[in-house]
């Protein structure tokens, strides 16, 4: 199996990969300030290199570069890393090298296919063909038969606490190469930048390429066990949501998840446990959603995304500020249609108009009068949300969020 990661077109294909996921190829260096830029540059002696460090099982990860982020912005917070590791509203993220994150690609492209077919249809966090589309089409189907109790939790601190020799165990009852064990071992294991030789001994690093895949590896049992059961669960990394046809159910489906989790050192987060019905409404995956009648679900973006969106699009104003008024839009559009790429499901009429105003107002002040007036005169088009989604409900075919 090291063959096959370690091959010409496998690493070629991983570094494509890791170069397309990069916000910008200038920034986001690992400890050995190597961007992908730069990478790419060097890309034959750093691949020959990686190669052959993979084919001697020479391989060592670098240290993980940690910094805590906001998790409302997704911007960097100046506070220490331990101070936000306490915090609800801090995630601390790692950032691996370009090298290391074009090998764990390269394990990964090679690996996925064959515990693909072992995860539970459940699962729809960070796999190939499924994904937060699938997960909210799950959830409106639920709801359209009917079936409106709800069970809803986030896994306490779930990276952090993923135990390296249970997963290492998970990960060898499927595939037995000890080499593509031992190469898993040292990625999980790789310290961080501020403590280089004291190894990783339990957790997974958030940001790493291989991370969320492991996560899903190390949760299949608990997938399994809530499959076995009946229960309708729907899992997207550390976010769970169980639709039940009773209340009890609903009690009956937290307990046996509580239970579950416990063998693998996890627990609920309290704040974030609840039982409700589907016409008080729920928030899964940064989306407000509620049962209005029996066949109308409302879908909106949550108070949370709708403050990291006017966070984002004043960023990028400010940035653009000195640039022609069409820039200025520009960057306001990419900033809106990223956002769409999670939120493109939300239906609710009266909160796209209000976002459509919002984004009209902070291009109005946020750009000079100058540059203003070509808005003003028709000459610069402001992004419209409204046909934005249109266009996405289109091109994903997500029948599911229209009203009916």
Known sequence: MIQQIASSENIQEAFAHVKNRARDVDQGAGVDNITVAMFAKRYTLYATQIQRDLLSMAYEPSPVRQFPVDKATGLPVRIPIIEASERDDCRILGIPTVFDRVVSTAILSIIEPIFEVLFEDSVHGFRPTRGQITALNRICSFLKQGIINIFETDIESCFPRIQHRLLLEKVSATTSDPDLIEL??????????TCPNEPNICGLHQGGNISPFLCNVYLTDYDRTMAAAGLKNIRYADDIICFCHTKEEAKQAEALSEKTLAP????????????VSAYEGFVFLGYDIKLIDD?????????????KLNFKIDEALKESSSSSARDCVEAV????????GHYGAINDSGQIRDINEQISLSIKRGMSRYNYSAVERGDVAVPNIARMIAAIKYRRKLSSFHQE
């Open 184 to 193: 898993i071992r040292r990625i999980i294991r790789a310290p961080i930048d």
């Open 264 to 275: 693998l050192g996890m627990n609920h987060k309290a704040k974030k446990t609840n039982q």
């Open 295 to 307: 066949v109308t679900i409302m879908i909106k973006a949550s108070e949370k995304a709708i403050v």
């Open 333 to 340: 559009k990419n900033v809106v249609s990223g956002w769409l």
